[in-house]
Each structure stands twice: as C-alpha cells, then as structure tokens.
C-alpha cells in the first residue's frame, strides 16, 4: 500500500529523480546545443536544430512547418512560435517542436543523412525510455518511493514514448550498406535474366521500374528498413516481361 501521508516527500524524492533522468536524456545528442532536450517535462527540439542536423536551411524549415497540412489544434499543440536573438542582436522566430511534431515534420525527408539523422533521434528516445524504466523499476521494487498517481503518470509516458519510436521506425529508410546489398542483388538477377551484355541495360530498367511500383519509392534507396528482406526476396524472384 501507499503511505498518503509521505506523499509530498515521495515527490520530492521523484522529481529529484526525474530531474536526474531528463538532464540524462537531453544529453544524448549534444552538440552545439542539443537537439532534443525537456522542457516542462517534455521531450522537445526547435527548429534551428532540425535545420543544422538535417543540413537544411532555417528558413526552410519554418516553410515546411508553417505549410504541413495538419489541423490547427495539432500545430498550436506541437508548434510553439518563440524568438531568438542573433549575434547582431535581432530576433528572429523559431519553433519549439515536440516529439510528435518532429515526427510529423521529417517524414518527408528522405535520403542517407536524414534517415541518420532519424535513428539518432531515435536513440535519444531509446535513452530516455531507459532512464523511465529505471525509474519505474525502482518504484515497483519500492512502494514508498512514489506515490500512485506518479507512477500511472510514468507507466503511461513510457508508452507514449514506445508507440512513438515503432511509428519513427517505420519512416527509417536504407542505410548505406543495406543499399549496396539490395544494389548487388539487383545486378545480380539483371545479369541472370540477360541473355546478351546489350540487353542488360534494357533489363536494368525494367526492373528498376518494378521494384519503384512495387514499394511506392522514387529511388530504391527510399525503400525503408522494414522493407529490406521483401525487396531482396522481391529481385529474386523477379523475371523481366517477355
């Protein structure tokens, strides 16, 4: 059972806790400055570092964020306009951008960088889970140490925060090994299937073509993650139209 009478030092003791946990978390990533962050108890990024980790221009990225086609409730809950000051001392807009942003703004963003760029957003989220769990096994281990409405808080956070990562996951698309393997594969069943060298090229493309329909990508380096073992079983089995 939970003792209510030792709940404001349980807190204390949680927050202090936490505390631990987010400055943890916000260092994963840190550079310049880092790129996500918590604030409020809140996983966070902005827009000026979304723009320097994807190589991107700022004023590109405020674009992108002021055109996505989302509701007003979702950008006014995951877009915060805010100013920085510039070294000549004028200010300028910038975004706060949640976890749920983040992900709603980047998928669009495709190639080598960017899918890199994903994963170490990735593996920030992975370290904050871990801190979260920490807590939380600590908590189970010991009753007193947080009181019950702060632990269906953090067990529910946890949860956010799984769902999150599949749904990046999901957008992560081939790195550049995975590519050269699906490449080889591809070379591979084009030479088996051309009877004659000036019929490769012929072949080269028509395969292309159906890998590009097949996975609904422009470019077979867009293919994501997930997809790798269905197109490399897909070129295997692949036979040019007579």
């Given at each position: ?7 404001v030092k349980m807190l204390k003791d949680v927050n202090h806790k936490v505390e631990i946990s987010n400055r943890k978390a916000s260092s994963v990533l840190e550079e ?211």
């Amino acid at each position: 059972m939970y003792v209510l009478r030792k709940d404001v030092k349980m807190l204390k003791d949680v927050n202090h806790k936490v505390e631990i946990s987010n400055r943890k978390a916000s260092s994963v990533l840190e550079e310049d400055r880092n790129f996500v962050y918590v604030e409020n108890g809140q996983a966070m990024t902005d827009s000026r570092s979304i723009a320097d980790k994807f190589g991107k221009r700022h004023a590109d990225i405020l674009r992108s964020i002021k055109t996505l086609e989302c509701s007003a409730e979702f950008t006014e809950r995951n877009f915060a306009l805010s100013e920085y000051m510039d070294k000549s001392g004028r200010k300028n807009p910038y975004y706060k951008v949640t976890r749920d942003g983040f992900v709603f703004l980047i998928t669009g963003f495709t190639g080598r960088e960017a899918a890199r760029f994903k994963e170490d957003y990735i593996a920030a989220f992975n370290q904050m889970e871990i801190q979260l769990q920490g807590l939380l096994a600590s908590a189970q281990s010991n009753p007193l140490v947080i009181s019950e409405v702060a632990f269906t808080q953090m067990k529910e956070r946890v949860k956010e925060v799984e769902q999150q990562l599949n749904r990046v996951t999901k957008e992560i698309t081939l790195i550049t090994c995975e590519q050269k393997m699906l490449h080889a594969a591809i070379r591979r069943r084009v030479i088996l299937m051309a009877n004659q060298p000036s019929q490769r090229p012929g072949v080269f493309r028509q395969l292309y073509r159906s890998i590009y329909a097949e996975f609904e990508v422009a470019s077979y380096r867009d293919i994501r993650k997930g997809d790798l073992e269905r197109a490399l079983q897909y070129v295997e089995c692949w036979r040019p139209l007579a």
